[in-house]
């Protein structure tokens, strides 16, 4: 780069052009924000129908504001607000029969943070004679709760940072942070200043900051550091309000933080991690918005802002405070820069402000550097935007296919907990998200009722009723095939041949290998890469393309058992007693289930029919195109599965070396709860009888 008239305006430019090559633009925010408030409404829906709206969850932080890159890494924060709880900040918000708690903030207490006093839940008065590990008694009599109680559900307490409970991502999934919390109707006393503010740009607006007024606050688990009342505080959190605001900040704001984070990454991290956070920057960008004029956040201002923002960022590390946005006198920098690195922080700082953008192009996430050196050369970099899309809409399948797990614990109860659940999505009132929620959740509920009530027929009778086809009728769309696979399961056990072949020859015709993914949500399978097909596919798309260009794992619940061919069924036991000692959380969700991928279980079925229609060319092809899947779909999540019923339809050819390779493939890659070691023993015990 090099200096000329407009120099800053080229420069801004490029740098707008480069970040909405890598998904930062108004398309992909929008998208990418309706995505994770879907995924958010899904969850709080199943919440509603199965744990009586225990909580709620919200979603937070870069992935739903867009506020991050694909190479960013950025965390999924999922804050859980307990709803057994009422936080009041007076005596007139009282409730009977709930746990009330009444917020305690005066000069004892940390700015920012505030201490709970229990009170009973028959009366309004202060709770008495209660004294265990999760109370202390103060000086006036008050008995007040330690944020140690949210924390104690939690084994192992090494993995929390601040409140929240980190899951470390696998297989290149990026980590969760799971924040419990409780909620507190009103606006707290020491924000409420913030509401009358205006700062000269006027944001935000009155109607925004009376938005943010109706929301209320949070109360999080955690003290300030160093405090006298450390294990009593509970830090006053605005999370919604300023949620609220950064779903007002347009695409220049966005993109100004998405690069401050990135010059933190860049060149903080490395020598400082963690010093400066991510929060940090997001407050930061508030006070400049809010004491600037508007006018000034424009695509071909971009550098300007960005060296405003950190101009500030300089100014608060000098100074050590950097002033929460909305109850200032919490200062985020409190103990955090050590003196032996602030002069370092600040060269840095300082070199990144006066290089006039040239040290942007040292910024090697999602080759930012690289790409706005080309830009220059008026060379056009590879787009990554349309993968953005794919990767969200292919998360959101996920989402969607994980609902059906739920069923599992209620496995004795399915038909009556089935038929409330339907029940419930059909009488309620709700509109937006939440509507488009419960109409992606109802054609799966369906289908699942009607095949458990089918298997209940196929038991008693050895015919499928009415009522139950007409169930499973209504989800055939969920997908391009997993409750397609399920009907011509049903078809298959109850000697309906003739109509499981049309309908597994419909679902390979719709089933196109250039775009369809499969889409597992039973434990943390990181998907290794998409096809293009379905990136291209999905760039333009929302939701709705999700049938036409997904196809779920294919999942029976014990209950579901008369629908399953023999060979299947031994999934369900797959488990030793010592096996589930190695079983984790995840894995108790499904591993009693028998659960496939899609398109090996399409050809499995294939081979099953063509086997009785006697289409020996068909059977054979059938048989290819299993195998041909295993070895190259790189994207199976029940790998061990399909090796396990190709080794059973090796069995049936006669063919027993091969069945007991693929066996002990399967067995090598989960050497625990693997049906495969049923099918080893089983197979050599025959072996040796037929041997002797």
């Known amino acids: 780069m090099y200096q ?13 052009e480069v970040l909405a090559d890598i998904g930062v633009d108004e398309r992909m925010v929008l998208k990418r924000r309706r995505a994770w408030l879907l995924r958010e409404a899904i969850l709080n829906v199943n919440n509603q129908l199965w744990n009586e709206n225990s909580f709620i969850l919200y979603f937070f932080g870069s992935q739903l504001e867009r506020t991050t890159t694909l190479k960013m890494g950025s965390d999924t924060d999922h804050l ?18 709930v746990h009330n708690l009444l917020m305690i903030q005066d000069n004892s207490v940390s700015p920012g943070y505030c201490l709970l006093q229990m009170l009973r839940r028959d009366a309004p008065l202060p709770l008495d004679g209660v004294s265990n590990q999760d109370f202390v008694r103060d000086r ?19 993995k929390f940072h601040g409140p929240a409970r980190v899951d470390q991502g696998s297989h290149g999934n990026c980590d969760r942070d799971h924040v419990l919390a409780m909620h507190c109707n009103t606006w707290p006393q020491q924000a409420r200043q913030w509401l009358d503010q205006q700062g000269d740009s006027q944001w935000p607006s009155a109607e925004i900051k009376q938005y943010c007024s109706r929301t209320g606050c949070l109360v999080v688990p955690v003290g300030c550091r160093g405090s006298e009342h450390e294990q009593l505080e509970w830090r006053i959190s605005t999370s919604l309000a300023e949620r609220c605001l950064m779903l007002n900040l347009n695409i220049t704001q966005i993109r100004c933080y998405v690069l401050m984070k990135m010059v933190i990454k860049s060149f903080l991290d490395p020598q400082f991690e963690d010093v400066i956070s991510s929060y940090m920057c997001k407050t930061v960008l ?27 960022l300089y100014d608060n590390i000098i100074n050590e405070n950097c002033p929460h946005f909305i109850i200032p006198e919490n200062n985020l920098m409190r103990g955090k820069i050590s003196p032996v690195d602030k002069p370092y922080i600040l060269e840095i700082l300082n070199n ?16 930012l550097g690289s790409r706005l050196h080309l830009k220059f050369y008026n060379l056009c970099p590879f787009k990554t935007r349309e993968h953005v899309s794919g990767f969200l809409l292919h998360d959101t399948a996920c989402v969607i296919s994980s609902s059906k797990f739920i069923c599992s614990a209620f496995n004795n109860e399915a038909v009556q907990t089935l038929t409330n659940c339907l029940s419930k999505i059909l009488n309620d009132q709700c509109e937006g998200l939440v509507e488009r929620a419960c109409q992606l959740l109802l054609p799966m509920y369906c289908t699942t009722l009607g095949s458990v009530l089918a298997s209940i027929n196929i038991n008693q009778h050895n015919t499928v009723s009415a009522d139950a086809l007409k169930l499973i ?51 943390k399978f990181k998907n290794k890469q998409l096809k293009q097909g379905f990136f291209a596919t999905c760039d333009n798309a929302n939701e709705d393309v999700l049938q036409y260009a997904t196809a779920s794992c294919v999942e029976f619940l014990p209950c579901e058992i008369h629908c399953v061919p023999t060979e299947l069924r031994y999934e369900m036991i797959r488990s030793t007693q010592e096996d589930r000692t190695f079983r984790t959380e995840e894995d108790n969700i499904w591993m009693d289930n028998s659960v496939v991928d899609s398109l090996p279980y399409l050809y499995f079925l294939q081979y099953k029919v063509n086997s009785r229609l006697g289409k020996n060319n068909e059977k054979q092809s059938a048989l290819s195109k299993l195998l041909r899947t295993i070895i190259t779909e790189p994207n199976l999540a029940h790998r061990e599965t399909a090796f396990n019923i190709l080794g059973k339809c090796m069995e049936q050819e006669g063919r027993v070396r091969d069945a007991l390779q693929y066996y002990l493939m399967s067995f090598n890659l989960r050497m625990r709860n693997n049906a495969a070691k049923i099918h080893i023993c089983t197979l050599l015990s025959v072996m040796g009888n037929f041997r002797a």
């Open 140 to 158: 006036t009599g008050k008995l007040l709760l330690k944020h140690s109680i949210l924390l104690n559900g939690y084994v192992d307490k090494s």
């Open 286 to 312: 508030f006070h400049c918005i809010a004491n600037s004029h508007f006018n000034i956040w424009r695509e071909n201002n971009l550098l300007s802002c960005l060296s405003l923002c950190l101009y500030l």
């Open 352 to 367: 990144i402000i006066n290089s006039a953008g040239v040290a942007l192009l040292g910024i090697e996430c999602d080759g």
């Open 80 to 97: 859980y607000c307990l709803n057994n709880f009422n936080v009041m900040q007076d005596w007139s918000e009282w409730i009977p029969c």
């Open 4 to 16: 000329e008239p407009n120099y800053t305006q080229t420069v801004s430019m490029r740098l707008s």
């Open 473 to 523: 009728s209504l989800g055939l769309n969920t997908d391009v095939a997993s409750s397609k696979l399920k009907l011509a399961s049903i078809l298959y056990c109850v000697q309906e041949i003739q109509k499981a072949d049309l309908v597994l020859s419909e679902i390979e015709r719709s089933y196109d290998l250039q775009i369809v993914e499969p889409v597992c949500s039973c434990y």
